[in-house]
């Protein structure tokens, strides 16, 4: 069994049962590994919980980066930065559910060093926000609650969308960009 393998069940584990919920005896269970051979690859369930969530904000601000580096005006840049963390949410469904849902779990001292990959994630989207606002495209009195405002409606998709659902997460995040793009009034 590879490290990539126990991470990918442990997300699929704490997910449906939660982190506190979750034993290592489970984690070894569905990698059909002896609990002992678990701690050859992780010494302990916060370890595993801290390499799923560098792992999550690793690949979504590896993304979000791309996207944001490229030549185009800040409202593509939003509408391509919501597509590309909306399809990053439901491609990892398990992974995402972790990021969003156990970061509460982590002792104190390991949250700190997680806070600043945290804090990078957040900024990239205060960032986009800032730059709309100075080429006069944007209308935010507040760039990181702006930003906070976007992921928020982002990331609770991760408690209801369905790959077999009406909309793919394209149409949802296209839906969503025009939304904070054009806001609810009737021009």
Same mark, same amino acid.
């Given at each position: #069994? ?15 049962? &939660? /982190? ?18 678990? /701690? ?8 595993? @919980? ?27 840049? @939003?509408?391509?930065?919501?597509? *590309? ?20 779990? @982590? ?28 080429? &006069? ?6 760039? *990181? ?17 369905? *790959?077999? &659902? ?14 904070? @793009?054009? &806001?609810? #009034?009737?021009?």
């Amino acid at each position: #069994m590879t490290r990539e393998g126990i991470l990918e069940a442990a997300a699929r584990i704490f997910g449906e049962k &939660g /982190y506190h919920a979750t034993s290592m005896h489970d984690i070894a269970e569905s990698v059909h590994l002896q609990k002992a051979s678990l /701690y050859h690859h992780f010494n302990s369930k916060q370890e595993i @919980l801290i390499a799923l969530l560098d792992q999550a904000l690793d690949l979504i601000n590896s993304r979000l980066e791309a996207v944001l580096s490229q030549p185009l005006s800040p409202d593509e840049k @939003l509408r391509l930065a919501m597509d *590309s963390y909306l399809q990053t949410i439901a491609e990892n469904q398990n992974l995402s559910a972790v990021l969003l849902f156990e970061v509460r779990s @982590l002792d104190p001292n390991i949250k700190l060093r997680h806070t600043a990959r945290r804090e990078k994630f957040e900024r990239l989207w205060k960032d986009l926000i800032v730059e709309g606002n100075q080429a &006069g495209v944007f209308n935010s009195i507040d760039p *990181s609650l702006t930003g906070r405002a976007i992921l928020g409606v982002m990331n609770w998709t991760v408690m209801w969308y369905h *790959s077999d &659902g009406p909309r793919s997460a394209s149409e949802i995040a296209n839906l969503f960009t025009d939304l904070f @793009l054009k &806001g609810l #009034m009737i021009q």
